[in-house]
C-alpha cells in the first residue's frame, strides 16, 4: 500500500523531470538553427529601390530568387515589417510564369495570408514599390 507521502514524492519527482525535458527541448529550439528553422520558418528580403517604376522586380529571400512552402509549419504569409519606409505591390508567381496570386498592396507593418499556394512547389514573389527600403518577411 503507498501512503500519502510517497504519492507526493512521485508527483514533485514527475513534475520536475517533465520541467527538465520541456526546458531542454525548449532551448533545443531556440539555440539549434536547423530545429527552429524547421519549426519556425521565415525568409527574409531587404528592398532599397532608388527611385520609383512601375516594372515588376523579382524578390529575393535570403539568397534565393524563389521559394518554396516545404514543411508544414510554414504560415504561408507575407509581412511588410512594420519599419519598412513604404507601402508595396506584391504578386506571386509559379514556376511556368503563370500569376497565382494577382497584385495586392501591403502596408508597413501589416500582413497577408497568402491562400492556395501548395506545398513543396516553387513560387517566384514579384514587387512593384516606391522609393525607399522595405523589410517583407515571408513565414
Known amino acids: 500500500m503507498v501512503n500519502g507521502k510517497s504519492k507526493i514524492m ?13 526546458v531542454c ?19 527574409t528580403s531587404v ?12 524578390i529575393i529571400f535570403d539568397g534565393k530568387d524563389s521559394m518554396e512552402y516545404d514543411t508544414i509549419f510554414w504560415e504561408k ?11 508595396v505591390l506584391l504578386r506571386v508567381k509559379d514556376a511556368k510564369g503563370d500569376i497565382v496570386i494577382e497584385e495586392f498592396q501591403l502596408y508597413p507593418g501589416t500582413s497577408k495570408h497568402l ?9 517566384f514573389f514579384e514587387i512593384k514599390a516606391e522609393e525607399g527600403k522595405c523589410m517583407l518577411n515571408a513565414t
Not at 512521485?10 to 520541456?22: A, D, M, R, W
Not at 528592398?47 to 523579382?58: G, N, R, S
Not at 504569409?77 to 507601402?87: F, K, L, Y
Open 47 to 58: 528592398i532599397d529601390a532608388e527611385d520609383t517604376t512601375d516594372e515588376w522586380k523579382p
Open 10 to 22: 512521485g508527483l514533485i519527482g514527475l513534475v520536475l523531470i517533465v520541467t527538465i525535458v520541456f
Open 25 to 43: 527541448s525548449y532551448q533545443v529550439y531556440l539555440n539549434v538553427r536547423y530545429v527552429h528553422k524547421y519549426f519556425s520558418p521565415k525568409l
Open 115 to 123: 491562400d492556395g499556394l501548395i506545398k513543396d512547389t516553387k513560387y
Open 77 to 87: 504569409a507575407i509581412i511588410n515589417d512594420a519599419n519598412s519606409d513604404r507601402n
